[in-house]
């Protein structure tokens, strides 16, 4: 469970860095509430990209490497020049920072925690929030480039709205409040939320499987592009309430499905 006072970000990148699936991550989305100058950092010396969906996008700044150059269109959100060498001066430390991530000699929470404390003593922290600046500097550029960027971020970001309002529907007792006394008794609530929550995602997953390939069998054209906004993280059809038995007789067709 993530602590209330911490960035979820440097959490995510813990488990991101503990996948242990055969899926390649090569980009986070989440909103503002998750970004920091030194998780941009991480994230790219880590090789993925970043890529947070910025509330007051436009009063957010910019670094620049020549403050001499003139940019018409975004000068007034330029704030200063970045530091390139306290970034080159400390480049080796901050791939030595990269590799024990990668290795899992550290975790990124543990990590980002130790490097917060006191930032003014750590010439590496002052290293990698430089080179988050540069990194946050490109993404926003980009981010005000091109609308088709900002869509996807949106996109993923709405995947992930529809699976907390699945688990919304279905904390439905109390109020989707967790009363438990004990941390214990609340991570087994948590363990026991995220294991329904599994299971009717795999379900959904199975049957929208099952229904894509019965209408590519009718003829029907079914483009990559539609296939992007399917999200198996629906509910309409999950009754919630009332008793529930599970009939092992009941027919199924001969790829183990209901019809």
Same mark, same amino acid.
């Given at each position: ?59 957010? @700044? ?6 001499? !150059?003139? #940019? &018409? ?8 020049? /970045? %530091? *390139? ?86 904390? @439905? ?6 009363? !438990?006394? #004990? &941390? ?8 026991? /939320? %995220? *294991? ?64």
């Amino acid at each position: 469970m993530t602590p209330p006072t911490q960035r979820e970000a440097a959490y995510t990148l813990d488990k991101i860095l503990d996948n242990a699936s055969d899926l390649t991550i090569q980009e986070h989305t989440t909103d503002t509430g998750g970004y920091t100058e030194l998780i941009f950092a991480l994230f790219d010396l880590l090789g993925m990209q970043f890529a947070p969906r910025l509330k007051d996008i436009s009063d957010t @700044s910019l670094y620049c490497i020549d403050p001499q !150059k003139v #940019y &018409p269109h975004i000068q007034g959100i330029i704030t200063r020049k /970045l %530091n *390139l060498t306290l970034i080159i001066q400390h480049w080796d430390e901050l791939l030595r920072i990269a590799a024990s991530l990668k290795f899992k000699w550290v975790t990124a929470s543990w990590l980002i925690r130790k490097l917060q404390t006191f930032p003014r003593q750590y010439i590496l922290t002052r290293a990698l929030q430089e080179y988050g600046r540069l990194v946050k500097t490109i993404f926003i550029l980009r981010y005000f480039q091109s609308e088709a960027y900002r869509r996807r971020i949106d996109s993923q970001l709405n995947k992930g709205e529809k699976l907390h309002t699945l688990r919304a529907h279905l904390h @439905s007792a109390n109020r989707g409040r967790i009363r !438990k006394k #004990y &941390p214990q008794e609340h991570l087994n609530q948590a363990n026991c /939320l %995220n *294991l329904i929550t599994n299971a009717i995602t795999v379900w959904n997953t199975v049957y929208m499987q099952a229904a894509l390939e019965h209408l590519k069998a009718q003829g029907e054209p079914i483009s990559e592009d539609e296939l992007m906004h399917l999200s198996p993280a629906r509910f309409e059809h999950i009754n919630l309430y009332g008793r529930f038995s599970f009939e092992i007789s009941v027919p199924l067709t001969s790829s183990g499905l209901r019809p």
